[in-house]
């Protein structure tokens, strides 16, 4: 490996102690997902498809009910 040379000299003492300095850096924590929709939000939702879904299969049951009145007439 090539050694990197340092624009200081390093110094160290010959009497008394020798002290490190800490520099702070910033740590990153992982992000924090916000959802993007309220709990309230879903659930609203959640009931508008399910009263979707039930008006669906009540006009599908009056569809087949008049197809069976149709094919009693015909036949």
Partial sequence: ???VKS???EVLPKQGQLSVEDITTM???KPKLLPLKSLTMEKLEKMQQAA???IRQQEMAEKDQQNRKL???FS
Avoid: H, R, S
């Fill in 27 to 29: 740590v990153l924590c």
């Fill in 71 to 73: 094919l009693e007439l």
């Fill in 52 to 54: 979707q879904e039930t």
């Fill in 1 to 3: 490996m090539a050694e």
């Fill in 7 to 9: 624009m200081f000299q």
